[in-house]
T-cell receptor
Framework: AQKITQTQPGMFVQEKEAVTLDCTYD???????LFWYKQPSSGEMIFLIY??????QNATEGRYSLNFQKARKSANLVISASQLGDSAMYFC?????????????FGAGTRLFVKA | GAGVSQSPSNKVTEKGKDVELRCDPI?????LYWYRQSLGQGLEFLIY????????KSGLPSDRFSAERTGGSVSTLTIQRTQQEDSAVYLC??????????????FGEGSWLTVV
């Protein structure tokens, strides 16, 4: 069963506007972590933001924020004031707790295109 | 080392040959992951090591794939009798103790494998 679901294969956003990339997850663990990574065309994987399952506040890192809705099991990434350099592939990931063997699994990704 | 180091960065091999891919994780990181990424696709989990043991080998696609880790550091992913569908980027990642959900995983630059 798919544990991380990213339903948007591709997204377009106008430069300077905000964009939300969707991510839903499935786990029976109470303790888990959620991550977002960016992969530009160069291929490197860049860590963006982390949210712990017990964190009450939504995580923020500069222009990135994670809209964590635990009951809905969603962890959407919001990028504010999009820049051309934000064009890349974005992956949502989850590290499960003991039930899931502590491994980290990734969604299929969303390709973001920022238009000038 | 300063980051996760992978070698070779590029490998072209003939169908049927064996290949070995090496990963040197960040010093002190006890958790080590191997993922596979086909062109334009998401990250496919292969195997996860905590120290020298592999609690989760569920992602290995066939018995032609094996991995080991010695001394709690360097890991080798071996693909025997390579097939054209094995062509992909093989990404290695490491993190501090894998049992803590908040530990970010850091990626190497990948080994690009082409089977001709």
């Amino acid at each position: 069963a798919q544990k991380i679901t990213q339903t948007q294969p591709g997204m377009f956003v106008q430069e300077k506007e905000a964009v939300t990339l969707d991510c839903t997850y499935d786990t029976s663990d109470q303790s888990y972590g959620l991550f977002w990574y960016k992969q530009p065309s160069s291929g490197e994987m860049i860590f963006l933001i982390y949210q712990g399952s017990y964190d009450e506040q939504n995580a923020t890192e500069g222009r990135y924020s994670l809209n964590f809705q635990k009951a809905r099991k969603s962890a959407n990434l919001v990028i504010s004031a999009s820049q051309l350099g934000d064009s890349a592939m974005y992956f949502c990931a989850m590290r499960e707790g003991q039930t899931g063997g502590f491994k980290t699994i990734f969604g299929a990704g969303t390709r973001l295109f920022v238009k000038a | 080392g300063a980051g996760v180091s992978q070698s070779p960065s590029n490998k072209v091999t003939e169908k049927g040959k064996d290949v070995e891919l090496r990963c040197d994780p960040i010093s002190g990181h006890t958790a080590l992951y191997w993922y596979r990424q086909s062109l334009g696709q998401g990250l496919e989990f292969l195997i996860y090591f905590q120290g020298n043991s592999a609690p989760d080998k569920s992602g290995l696609p066939s018995d032609r794939f094996s991995a080991e880790r010695t001394g709690g550091s360097v890991s080798t992913l071996t693909i025997q009798r390579t097939q054209q569908e094995d062509s992909a980027v093989y990404l290695c990642a490491s993190s501090l103790q894998g049992t803590l959900s908040g530990n970010t995983i850091y990626f190497g630059e990948g080994s690009w494998l082409t089977v001709v």
